[in-house]
């Protein structure tokens, strides 16, 4: 399992992007998932998808996340929540991967 270090973010709130904002959560807390997207009725649950299955890929368990979505595609949601993911400093046992 990996850990969060600290809070992180990445992307912008231009059209077809994503703000990812990625925060550590208590262990055992599991994933929350705040979501706010212009097309959130047509798309909501495939962002929800991509963003869990990028944060198991990682081995992150305990964590908030919350995506302000302009219209962004599958590839730089994953994009950005990787970048977010590298830059909160995700561990295994809460060290650094420096």
Known sequence: MANLLKAAQAGT?????????LLPAESGAGV??????????????AIRRTANEVLA??????????????????????????????????GEGGETNA
């Open 13 to 21: 709130l231009e059209s077809g992007d994503i703000m990812v904002t």
């Open 32 to 45: 929350a998932v705040e979501l706010e997207s212009i097309v959130l009725l047509q798309y909501g649950s």
């Open 57 to 90: 890929t990682a081995g992150i368990a305990d964590a908030t996340l919350r995506l302000v979505d302009r219209g962004a595609l599958d590839c730089t949601i994953r994009a950005r929540l990787k970048t977010a993911i590298a830059r909160a400093g995700a």
